[in-house]
């Protein structure tokens, strides 16, 4: 049983979430610039933390550690409030231009295998981000897991976006 | 703003981390359908059936109704909206980073285009 919500009232670009099968959720969009320059936006850390943390959330990001090339490693630090949070794994496969994959070594259990792939469509890149969870449960886990999290940072969000569209 | 985690959603997600109730929500999705038969094409027994089945019903996913002898089950929408909000948050927070990401790639062309030549 797939859902997939697509908002078509925001111009043509579009975010698509969609939960795939037992383990898999797919997230895509579409970029008007050539595959080249948004895989810069996704590897270069001054780029990459620009856009990630969408401003008004309540979490900040404190450190961006990113050495994008396979067998690099990563690490991500958030900060809300008085509290921290760490992200981390290795870069198993990149192809500029192409794609990034890496994991999500932060839990004590296997994570999530994310997968980000550029593909040229006249110009435009079209991304998507693409995450296989070692097992449905665990895919479920995420699920309520990040869930938890996300109620005060989506208040702002709202928020923020109501701000934008005014 | 909705809560996002509440102990609904739990129960739904619960309710279909198992294949044979994902199996009857696909199936009611396609006809209402009586215990006995989903008992039936699931190849287990009535009690098994009737285990999942209210397993389903706490969750909002499904809702019974007894006609006469017949149990017959209809999906519910409780579970399956708390579903799709839990994916419209992930769209939000993605469609956030996104528009912010379009911004920076716009930055990144007129840099390239207006910016000072290189060599």
Redesign the interface.
């Known amino acids: ?1 797939d ?5 078509h009232s ?1 111009a043509q ?1 579009a ?5 795939k099968g037992d383990r898999e ?1 797919v ?1 895509t ?1 579409t ?3 050539a595959p080249r ?2 895989f ?2 996704w590897s270069d850390p001054e ?1 990459f933390r ?6 008004g ?1 309540s979490m900040t990001l404190l450190a961006c550690d990113m050495d994008v090339r396979t067998g690099g490693k990563y690490r991500l630090q958030f900060g809300a409030g008085d509290q921290t949070m760490e992200f981390f794994g290795k870069y198993l496969d990149v192809v500029p231009g192409e794609r990034i994959v890496w994991t999500n070594d932060e839990s004590d259990e296997e994570g999530a295998v994310t997968t980000v792939t550029f593909e040229d469509q006249g110009g435009k890149t079209l ?1 998507t ?1 693409h995450e296989l969870y070692p097992t ?2 665990a895919l ?1 886990e995420a ?2 897991g990040s ?2 999290g ?2 005060t ?3 702002q ?2 928020e ?2 109501s701000g ?1 569209s005014a | ?1 909705v ?3 509440s102990p609904a ?2 129960l739904s ?2 309710a ?2 198992d294949a044979t109730r ?1 199996g009857v ?2 199936q009611l ?1 396609r006809a209402d359908a009586s215990i006995s038969s989903l008992a039936e094409k699931f190849q287990m027994t009535l009690t098994g059936m009737k285990k999942h089945v209210s397993v389903l019903e706490k969750a909002g996913l499904v809702t019974t109704q007894k006609v006469g002898r017949v149990r017959t089950c209809k999906l519910g929408q409780a579970g ?1 909206k708390a ?2 909000e ?21 930055d ?2 007129q840099e ?1 285009e207006n910016g000072p030549a290189s060599d």
């Open positions: 049983m859902q997939q919500v697509t908002n925001v670009d975010t698509s979430v969609e939960r959720l997230v969009r970029f008007n610039a320059i948004v810069k936006a780029l620009k856009w990630w943390v969408p401003k959330a991304l981000f449905k449960e479920e699920m309520t869930a938890a996300l109620p940072q989506l208040d969000l709202d923020l976006l934008m | 703003m809560q996002y985690v959603l739990d997600f619960a279909l981390a994902r929500i696909e999705g399956l579903e799709a839990w994916i419209e948050a992930h769209r939000k927070l993605f469609e956030a980073r996104f528009d912010a990401l379009d911004k920076v790639i716009l990144m062309k390239e």
